[in-house]
């Protein structure tokens, strides 16, 4: 090289020349910027707005170990400014609808009920419910009993709608109805005593004396076996407060058999009332029991029933008047 103005500059090689270079790199430099290689942050950090939004490539994939973990099963909330915080259970202020979650409890296992949805349900209990359409019923033969206090309601396979108490008796609803005034008439000697008290025909039975009336009992045709018959009338007394008791024995007839016929027969089973002076007595005598039988024989429409109507054993010593037109029979 020429000396220039009396200056006489260093001879260097090439590999002087790479060394100078190379001394005047930053630790910045020298980082490897190969695919994959971020740069390195200074202890201090990076300040703020110092990265923007452009300078993130949109293919970047940041593990998730390297965002706060936060508390699990929490839902993130963004309050709008950039600020995240994250709940529990996501409150209905917050766009919900709704009960807050707050106050409905949910179960651990199963299935959430819905509105539309064909579901069965079991164990609930409704409270004065509205149904707006007809109700339908599946058909079942073994209804268990319920428990004390209830009954249920259910439809066997014979198409009829039933009642089951709790010690297991079943009763027939749905047909049948009141009968209206009986035609009652003595037979000869044993018959109570008919006069007129207070303007209505009276039968009066005598204390301590047999005394009979009797009336006959067409079931008809609308009567739904399995349903139990009973005997409704009033009766007083013109003496101080005592018990009163008339009481029925019924006898089934049906067809084939005679008239005269006595094997299926059955007392009924009220008690004696008590009853203060010339006070109505309301009466009720089981024709049948309570699933309409007569001496375990099952009674049918178009059968016939023979009644004898007698006074039975109570406090009162005087005569106990029958009000003649107020007998009449319910098939319940």
Do not use: W
């Not at 995240?84 to 199963?110: H, M």
């Not at 009163?244 to 094997?263: C, E, I, K, V, Y």
């Not at 049918?300 to 005569?319: C, F």
């Amino acid at each position: 090289m020429a000396n220039i103005s009396g200056i006489n500059p260093p001879v260097l090689n090439d590999q002087d020349y790479v060394d100078k270079i190379s001394d005047s790199f930053t630790a910045v430099d020298e980082h490897d910027h190969s695919a994959g290689k971020g740069l390195p942050v200074a202890a201090g950090g990076i300040a703020a707005g110092a990265i923007v939004n452009a300078d993130i490539n949109a293919n970047a994939a940041i593990a998730r170990t390297k965002v706060a973990n936060g508390t699990a099963d929490h839902v993130v909330i963004n309050n709008g400014s950039g600020t995240l915080s994250s709940e529990a259970q996501l409150a209905k202020a917050r766009g919900g609808t709704g009960a807050d979650n707050s106050s409905v409890t949910f179960p651990s296992t199963g299935t959430i009920v819905t509105r539309t949805e064909t579901e069965t349900l079991s164990n609930k209990t409704l409270t004065t419910p509205v149904i707006s359409e007809s109700l339908e019923i599946i058909e079942d033969d073994t209804i268990a009993s319920p428990s004390a206090g209830r009954r249920r309601l259910f439809v066997k396979t014979d198409g009829n709608l039933y009642l089951k108490n709790s010690s297991g008796v079943e009763t027939v609803i749905g047909s049948g109805g009141g009968g209206g005034s009986l035609i009652l008439h003595s037979d000869g000697a044993d018959a109570p005593a008919m006069e007129t008290l207070f303007s209505h025909l009276c039968y009066s039975f005598g204390d301590g004396l047999s005394q009979n009336l009797y009336t006959l009992i067409r079931v008809p045709s609308s009567y739904v076996s399995g349903k139990q018959i009973t005997m409704k009338f009033n009766h007083f007394h013109q003496a101080l407060s005592a018990t009163q008791l008339l009481r029925t024995q019924a006898t089934l007839l049906q067809p084939g058999d005679t008239f005269d016929d006595t094997s299926n027969q059955r007392t009924s089973t009220n008690s004696a009332q008590t009853g203060a002076e010339k006070i109505i007595v309301a009466a009720s005598c089981d024709i049948t029991d309570s699933s309409g039988l007569i001496n375990g024989a099952t009674v049918e429409a178009g059968d016939l029933i023979k009644v004898r109507l007698y006074r039975d054993t109570d406090t009162s010593t005087a005569d106990v008047h029958l009000l003649a037109s107020s007998v009449e029979v319910i098939f319940q």
